[in-house]
């Protein structure tokens, strides 16, 4: 999470200042921003735009739980608390 706020905010200030407010090493920042995408980013990154679908089909009045129980209505395997989303 740090890494990312670094990697969003780079542009206006200097990494090597965002690390240093944020307690981070800037050979961990670039190391990280060298790695491909995990899995999970992966599988998370697909699923965005259906939950935001379910939530727009909603009239934006739909939480979670709500939009859960659409995602299983939709074959997608997705944990309650967060987690890798798989569509089946």
Known sequence: ???AFIHAEGAKLP?????????????????????????????DSKLVPV????H?????????????RDLRALDYRVPQAGGPAHAS
């Open 15 to 43: 990494t090597s200042l965002l690390c240093r407010a944020l307690k981070v090493s800037r050979s961990g920042f670039y190391a990280w921003s060298k790695r491909p995408p995990s899995r999970r980013d992966v599988e």
């Open 56 to 68: 727009a089909q909603s009239r934006a009045t739909y939480g979670s739980p709500r939009i859960h």
């Open 1 to 3: 999470m740090r890494f």
């Open 51 to 54: 939950i935001r679908a379910c």
